[in-house]
């Protein structure tokens, strides 16, 4: 695991990329493992828990005042 992680090859090629998280520090994860020239992708964190629950809740169509209420009430 050690060889793996630090072959430059698989670092430059986007096998193996280095993802920064808020609480656990950088650490290493698997790229995308499909490559095209004319859509690159991004490896990112998952969103911390809660973190993105406001945009989940306006994408089903919840407006702030809903979402204010929800929050009041200890639902979310």
């Known amino acids: 695991m050690q060889e793996i992680a630090e072959d430059p ?13 808020p609480t656990r520090g950088k650490y290493l994860s698997v790229g995308n493992p499909i490559k095209m020239s004319d859509s690159a992708t991004d490896v990112t964190r998952s969103p911390l ?8 809740l306006r994408e089903l169509g ?7 209420l929800l929050r009041a009430e200890r639902a979310i």
């Open 9 to 21: 090859w698989l670092r430059a090629s986007g096998t193996i990329v280095e993802v920064d998280h």
């Open 49 to 56: 828990l809660g973190e993105n629950t406001d945009e989940v």
């Open 62 to 68: 919840y407006d702030p005042d809903e979402i204010s």
